[in-house]
């Protein structure tokens, strides 16, 4: 049974991806689909979605904004984040761009995410260390950064040992 508006009428495919826009910002191949599952046409969902854009109530590049902020904050790495916003039809280039405009520090990043997995403890022995890069690598962490966070982790409580 289709919703209908105070008016009478049922929503358009305009109304219907503003609605959603209301709630949060979506990709315009996110939209595309949520419309297309609700079962308007593909012609109707492409015009209402070129007038959002005409009217700026849609923007990839803001929703790639929020996308990356959140991300970062959860403690994903670049890799994940740059693959997450491909899937939403936003290529490499625009993500790095996007990427590189948030400015973050990677280490900091993995650093206070193995902060929050694993506590303050440092890896024990090899294999923690292995577990941990692991992690950090299905995090969209790259090697190099990886590597020197585990080699400063390992150097740190081998320092402490020493004392």
């Known amino acids: 049974m289709k919703r209908k508006r105070e008016t009478g009428k049922t929503p358009d495919a305009y109304d219907?991806?503003?609605?959603?826009?209301?709630?949060?910002?979506?990709?315009?191949?996110?939209?595309?689909?949520?419309?297309?599952?609700?079962?308007?046409?593909?012609a109707a969902s492409a015009a209402a979605l070129r007038?959002?854009?005409?009217?700026d109530y849609?923007?990839?590049?803001?929703?790639?904004?929020?996308?990356?902020?959140?991300?970062?904050?959860?403690?994903?790495?670049?890799?994940?984040?740059?693959?997450?916003?491909?899937?939403?039809?936003?290529?490499?280039?625009?993500?790095?761009?996007?990427?590189?405009?948030a400015g973050p520090n990677w280490a900091e990043v993995a650093r206070a995410q193995l902060r929050r997995r694993y506590g303050g403890a440092p890896p024990g022995s090899r294999a923690e260390r292995?577990?941990?890069?692991t992690y950090l690598a299905h995090r969209g962490f790259d090697a190099a950064t990886v590597q020197s966070l585990l080699r400063a982790e390992w150097l740190e409580s081998s320092a402490d040992e020493l004392d």
């Open 51 to 55: 007038e959002l854009k005409r009217r």
């Open 130 to 133: 292995a577990k941990r890069a």
């Open 16 to 42: 219907r991806a503003l609605g959603l826009l209301a709630r949060r910002e979506h990709s315009a191949r996110e939209l595309a689909a949520k419309l297309a599952r609700r079962g308007v046409d593909a």
């Open 58 to 101: 849609q923007s990839d590049a803001r929703f790639g904004e929020m996308l990356v902020r959140t991300r970062i904050a959860a403690g994903y790495g670049p890799r994940w984040i740059v693959a997450e916003l491909a899937t939403h039809g936003i290529g490499e280039a625009q993500a790095r761009a996007l990427l590189d405009a």
